[in-house]
């Protein structure tokens, strides 16, 4: 188990790029050429909310690639919490329902964002049902 722990934190550490601003996505995504656009994966803003007796993050924004995992912003989201490896924390969308982890973030993105941001709500214990 320890080896795919290892291989999920390396896989999380691949999708996700540096946190980011609202100003510094609006540059990134305006500035280019139209070749340059075509090669680059498409990148999704992930917003995290705290809900419940969740901490709050200091950096509440990062981007990811649209074809990671969920289960990579989750295991992303772990590691800014500095959460235990046996627990994990609760993750919602929509203020809801918790995505399938093996959903792509650009289809979420799609579905229950606005194209370019996805809100991820998340607790330490169960918030919603």
Not at 18 to 40: I, R, W
Request: hydrophobic content about 40%.
């Amino acid at each position: 188990r320890a080896t795919s722990m290892s291989e999920d934190a390396e896989r999380a550490r691949d999708a996700l790029t540096v946190p980011t601003t609202e100003t510094a996505t609006e540059t990134t995504t305006t500035t280019g050429s139209s070749a340059e656009d075509a090669d680059a994966p498409r990148r999704v803003v992930i917003l995290f909310k705290a809900t419940g007796d969740a901490p709050i993050l200091k950096q509440n924004k990062v981007r990811v690639r649209a074809d990671a995992a969920f289960a990579d912003v989750v295991a992303h989201l772990n590691k800014l919490l500095k959460m235990p490896s046996a627990s994990s924390s609760f993750t919602y969308l929509g203020a809801s329902f918790t995505p399938d982890y093996a959903q792509r973030v650009g289809a979420l993105c799609d579905a229950y964002g606005d194209g370019r941001q996805l809100v991820v709500f998340y607790s330490t214990t169960p918030a919603w049902g």
